[in-house]
């Protein structure tokens, strides 16, 4: 297999046990709703919230019900995952906010997750992994471009 290490920035939780994950960042370039996570190859809130469930952390496994990128730059914690459908008493579930999900979506939702990750492991077991960006746009301010091997760069 392919090992995967990660550190969780933050996780709150409730007087019920209900956890919440959150992951700092300076700007909010990268702060995205669920929604995008996986056409962007934005998985690493989703890891985390299964990281906990799944009891890979020092926490008591419980389910996560919110996941946010919290953007310094503003203190904004918008942007993320909210489970609309169960009761908690971390953060506002009403209202009309593109990152509200309920129980059932979420759970097809981490399937989908499942499925892109064990794709993407197949493809790097088969010494697969050409340098094909999502977008060519993010190839001007990427760190890498000096030493990537992809052709539109040569």
């Not at 593109?98 to 059932?104: G, L, M, P, V």
Request: charged letters at 25%.
């Amino acid at each position: 297999g392919i090992p995967f290490k990660g550190f969780i920035d933050r996780v709150d939780s409730d007087q019920m046990g209900n956890y919440s994950v959150i992951d700092y960042k300076s700007s909010a370039a990268q702060a995205k709703n669920y929604k995008t996570w996986i056409d962007n190859g934005s998985l690493q809130l989703a890891f985390y919230m299964e990281a906990v469930e799944k009891g890979l952390t020092d926490l008591i496994p419980e389910e996560v019900l919110g996941a946010f990128y919290y953007v310094a730059k503003g203190y904004d914690r918008s942007k993320g995952m909210v489970v609309k459908d169960k009761i908690q008493g971390m953060f506002p579930v009403e209202g009309r906010g593109y990152n509200h999900i309920d129980s059932e979506s979420k759970n097809l939702f981490f399937k989908d997750i499942h499925a892109t990750v064990k794709e993407s492991i197949g493809k790097m077991q088969a010494g697969n992994f050409p340098p094909e960006p999502k977008k060519m746009e993010d190839c001007q301010r990427c760190h890498w471009s000096r030493v990537c091997r992809a052709p539109h760069l040569n």
